[in-house]
């Protein structure tokens, strides 16, 4: 029995969607997952701002029996997706950050919730027992995961610096508040708790 899981991907998703059709070979390679079946994944790439298109690919591939669908990373994009699965009763898996829960739904989010993902960052830092750290993060996106960190630390003796890292130049225009990757290690403390993407860090 062959079955079809979907995965929707933008142009710039090119390492998800090896990863997409690697699983599946590994799965198919080993009899002992589903012995009874042959997982044969089905692409379609769409762009990250285009509903439109991502619901007619969404439609081709029920069409064709799809038995599950993954991605899209984009939010516009996969709320749409999302609605479809909802109707349609068909599993939506997602690997994207998304700050809602939601439940009574098709929805699997494979991305730890940032609740969860916050309360992380608190028990590393009490284990590896620092009180003053800097914490440097990309977008507002960064602060949002980290917020159970700094409400954790709370008032203190011990300072936290936050800073938000530079994609460009070695500073924005307030020094203060932004700097590159590489300024941050060579400038700040040992102590760092980092929220970025992992381009960044080159």
Request: hydrophobic letters at 35%; charged letters at 25%.
């Amino acid at each position: 029995m062959r079955d079809f899981p979907g995965g929707l991907f933008h142009p710039s998703d090119d390492k998800q969607e090896v990863a997409f059709r690697y699983a599946a070979e590994k799965i198919n390679a080993n009899r002992d997952i589903l012995p009874k079946s042959r997982l044969s994944a089905q692409v379609e790439v769409i762009q990250p701002q285009d509903s439109f298109h991502a619901s007619k690919r969404v439609c081709h591939l029920l069409r064709g029996g799809v038995a599950a669908i993954f991605g899209p990373q984009s939010a516009h994009t996969a709320s749409h997706v999302q609605s479809i699965c909802d109707t349609m009763e068909i599993p939506h898996l997602e690997t994207r950050w998304d700050y809602r829960l939601r439940r009574q739904s098709c929805l699997v989010n494979l991305y730890p919730h940032p609740t969860t993902l916050s309360k992380a960052y608190v028990d590393l830092v009490k284990a590896w027992g620092w009180k003053s750290f800097t914490i440097i993060y990309e977008n507002n996106e960064g602060l949002v995961r980290l917020q159970e960190l700094l409400k954790a630390h709370g008032p203190s003796e011990f300072p936290i610096t936050v800073r938000q890292l530079n994609e460009g130049s070695e500073y924005r225009n307030d020094p203060d508040r932004s700097l590159s990757f590489a300024t941050a290690r060579r400038s700040l403390p040992e102590s760092r708790q980092y929220d970025c993407a992992p381009r960044m860090a080159y």
